[in-house]
């Protein structure tokens, strides 16, 4: 049987509110077998441990940099708290979702520039005072996450973890391998105009790879709506843990390579990068 894990999954969001066990369960029946929670902001910390528990999943903890504007020096006490509070819990897997976004026009753009690259330096600390792999958000932010990593390598052991939904350059992306962290693939890929990610999916080595949705967002191509659509009225398709197969099934064949093969190789993979999964497949 072909299996997969969902190494990026916000079960916990608003949108999935009403039907969290109806999700999950489709996303079961799909082989989906296991699925990885990322906090955003202290707020939804208890809400991912206790997904996690409840359907034997595993969870991240960290500050999102969409959320840095509200965060304070306070919420990254609690974070280093609750990471020594769970430090044997083994469904907590890394420290995540942190990093940087120069995408939103405002986060690039004093004061809150400074401010995403002080929360994910402290960030990086904490994991690294912890001994956790981090969960990056890469978005146009690649050169200058790379740049912090670099200055703050655990000493003894270096970096491990997941750069999700990475969408740079293939240098770029061999510059995060070297840094010790797989990269994440999602709806992203099905895209067809995609071309540079696409590449990217087909020829990269294949012990780099692990495979995510980042449900409820980022949709594949046949849950899409344009922005036409919406106008009309059409909601956004939301994306949920089920759609993995499928998009698996897209990387699979820009590869050349079965299904099968591409689950046990990016399984391998995410185990890799976020080791306490070990004990938990």
Sequence with gaps: MTTWIDTHCHLD??????????IRARAAAGHVVHCVLPAVEVSNFA????LAHQFADSYALGIH???????????????????????????????????????????????????????????????????????LHVRRSADKLLKHLRELIPEGRGWSGIAHAF???????????????????????????????????????????????????????WLYKTAEQRASGQPQGRNEPAELP???????GLRGITPQALALATAANAAAALPKLRGLL
């Design 167 to 221: 969408n740079g350059s293939e240098q770029q992306a061999m510059a995060f391998v070297k840094l010790g962290f797989k990269l994440g693939f999602g709806g992203a890929v099905t895209f067809e105009l995609a071309q540079q990610l696409r590449r990217l999916a087909a020829t990269l080595p294949l012990d780099v790879l692990v495979m995510e949705t980042d449900a409820p967002d980022i949709p594949p191509h």
């Design 47 to 50: 809400a991912v441990r206790e």
């Design 246 to 252: 499928r998009i698996a099934q897209v990387v699979a």
């Design 65 to 135: 940099p969409l959320c840095v504007a509200r965060a304070n020096d306070e919420d990254l006490k609690v974070l280093d708290a609750e990471l020594a509070l769970r430090q044997t819990d083994p469904r907590l897997v890394a420290v995540g979702e942190i990093g940087l976004d120069f995408f939103v026009p405002e986060l690039t753009q004093s004061p809150l520039r400074e401010r995403q690259e002080y929360f994910y330096r402290e960030q990086l600390k904490l994991a690294r005072k912890h001994g956790l792999p981090v969960i």
């Design 13 to 22: 969001a608003a949108e999935f509110s009403a039907e969290v066990a109806a």
